[in-house]
């Protein structure tokens, strides 16, 4: 009987979390953790093209540009 009960608390709160992750909830949480994601890529993507450009600038003998002057 004890082991009954267990696999019986053990399917409910398998149940629970599973209608928390559906559930509006849920998807706000997962679309969030994908949003923070996209922009961490996107954050280093944009640090690599910075290196990058700084790499061939050097590479090339350009003078990297002024941040108000142009």
């Known amino acids: 009987m004890g082991i009954g009960v267990a696999i019986g608390v053990i399917a409910f709160r398998k149940v629970t979390e599973a209608q928390a992750n559906i559930g509006p909830d849920g998807l706000n949480r997962?679309?969030?953790?994908?949003?923070?994601?996209?922009?961490?890529?996107?954050?280093?993507?944009?640090?690599?093209?910075?290196?990058?450009?700084?790499?061939?600038?050097?590479?090339?003998?350009?003078?990297?540009?002024?941040?108000?002057?142009?």
């Open 30 to 70: 997962a679309v969030g953790r994908l949003a923070d994601g996209l922009f961490d890529f996107a954050d280093a993507v944009r640090a690599g093209m910075h290196e990058r450009e700084a790499d061939l600038r050097s590479a090339l003998g350009i003078d990297a540009p002024d941040s108000g002057k142009r």
